[in-house]
C-alpha cells in the first residue's frame, strides 16, 4: 500500500473496468489513488487480506487507514476524490442507493457479457485495452504500457 488516499483493486483483464481505471488516472493529478489490477501474479502475495475472487464479483477500494469500501461505493469516492462526475453522489442517496447497487451487481455479473456487447471483447487482449500501472504517474499516455 502506498501513500494514496483509496486503494482500488479492480479487474484489470475486464474492458469497462480498465477503461473507467484510465480514466480515473488521468483525472489523478493529485494522486490520490493507487489502482491495482487483482490479476497480477504477486497480487495475493503483496495484499493477502483482498480476496481477489471476491474483488473480481465485486469491486473493492480500500482507504489509508485499512478501511475497505465495496461496488458503487468505491466508483462514487474514487470520482469525487478526483473531482470529476459529481452526479454519482447522487446514487449513494437511501432512496436511490438500493437500486443503483442492485444495478451495479446485475453490471459487475454480466460485466464481460456488457463488455462484448459495447467494445466488441469480453476480454482484455493487446487490441482492447491498456494495462493501468499502480505507480504510473497522473501524467500516463493513453497509449504507453499497452498490454
Not at 482507504?63 to 446514487?91: E, F, M, P, S
Amino acid at each position: 500500500m502506498n501513500d494514496s488516499a483509496l486503494t482500488i483493486f479492480y479487474d484489470g483483464r475486464c474492458p469497462l473496468c480498465a477503461a473507467e481505471m484510465k480514466q480515473l488516472r488521468q483525472h489523478d493529478g493529485a494522486g490520490k489513488l493507487c489502482l491495482e489490477d487483482i490479476n497480477q501474479p504477486d497480487f495475493e502475495q503483496r495484499f493477502p487480506h483482498i480476496d481477489p475472487v471476491e474483488a473480481d464479483r465485486t469491486l473493492h477500494g480500500q482507504w489509508a487507514n485499512g478501511t475497505l469500501i465495496y461496488g458503487l461505493d468505491v466508483t462514487a469516492q474514487a470520482w469525487a476524490l478526483v473531482g470529476r462526475h459529481q452526479w454519482l453522489k447522487l446514487l449513494r442517496l437511501p432512496l436511490l442507493r438500493w437500486f443503483a447497487d442492485l444495478g451495479y451487481l446485475f453490471f459487475a455479473r454480466y460485466r464481460r457479457q456488457i463488455s462484448r456487447l459495447l467494445t466488441g471483447s469480453s476480454q482484455c487482449d493487446t487490441d482492447a485495452c491498456y494495462k493501468i500501472s499502480a505507480s504510473a504517474s497522473s501524467e500516463i499516455s493513453p497509449t504507453k504500457d499497452i498490454r
